[in-house]
């Protein structure tokens, strides 16, 4: 695992995969499956993870929080950073940002509070956690009225920002307010788009985005890093093209449940079990399953064949 603080650099060289993560029947870790997932990915030339929502760390006990973290520093490689959440609430956010100082971990994403909170009652919690931490962190903002942007820039200010996911959910990206003020208060390296290959290409090319999440590239990793590098290059039209490939398992996670439908497509596409989600989920019902399984299998097949196009 890549251990040193967060640059630019790292934020740009990779779309940031945020993978589920793999349970046995009892709900311990499955080793051998989140390792499984961590190859494919590394073959397909990811090299930033970030575990949060989608691997449910909103649930995980504080007893096993430790025990995970260290298997995801080992089984990761030299080059992959690695970035774990802690959070939501800030009783469990204060403990595990001491096992964060301890570890080897450069940074940590805070997951966002939905209720209850405050602008600058959130802002008090970062700048504690950050503390106890010793080291900044992941801003995650979710909803436009999480944090005030004159907020989110005295932080940044004050050095506690490692980055910034912005996963404010909006009909058309293109007409964002909140967004637009962010950037106008943050420079814009601080900043990714956090909602997958949907809006990415108008966060970066529009906003100035650094980069952007993906949980579909957990399916499909050779064709959302070349949609990165096409967005890099400024080739637009051929980002939007390969972007067209994601839309139908995208539609799929917004229609059914963004984190239901990525955990049990890896499975479905044949690429590792996830196994049950920990509680408070539930994985997918048959009839989901059964509306999910050809699009995640159409998906992963096809980015096969851009696997082989690249190696022939």
Known sequence: MKTTPVTKEDLLRSVIAVPPMARNADF???KE????????????????VMYGGNANFYHIPLS??????????????????????????YGKAIDQAAIIKAGKYPTAMILPMTFPFTNDGVATGIRRITD??????????????????ETVKALVD?????????????????KDDYLRALC???????????????????HVRDFGLTSFTSGSICLAPNGTMKMLAMIKAKRYDEAEKIRAAYIPFEDCRDGISPIRVL????????????????????????????????????????DRSLAMNKAA
């Open 132 to 149: 106890a931490m010793g080291k900044p962190a992941v801003v995650y903002i979710k909803a436009d009225p999480y944090l005030k942007p």
């Open 64 to 89: 096993e929080y430790a025990e995970t973290l260290d298997f995801l520093a080992e089984a990761a490689g030299a080059d992959t950073w690695v970035l774990p959440s802690i959070g939501p609430d």
């Open 184 to 202: 106008a208060a943050v420079d814009t390296r601080y900043i990714v788009s956090g909602i997958g290959e949907r809006p990415a290409i108008v």
């Open 33 to 48: 499956a989140n390792r499984a997932l961590l190859n494919y990915l590394e073959a397909g030339g990811v090299r930033s």
């Open 28 to 30: 311990t870790l499955n």
């Open 263 to 302: 955990h049990d497509g890896i499975g479905l596409a044949g690429i590792a079990e996830m196994g049950p989600m920990l509680p408070m989920l539930t994985g997918l019902s048959a009839a989901e399953r059964a509306r999910v399984e050809p699009i995640a299998k159409a998906l992963a097949a096809h």
């Open 158 to 174: 004050e050095g506690r920002v490692a980055s910034i996911k912005y996963a404010a959910v909006k009909e058309d990206p293109a």
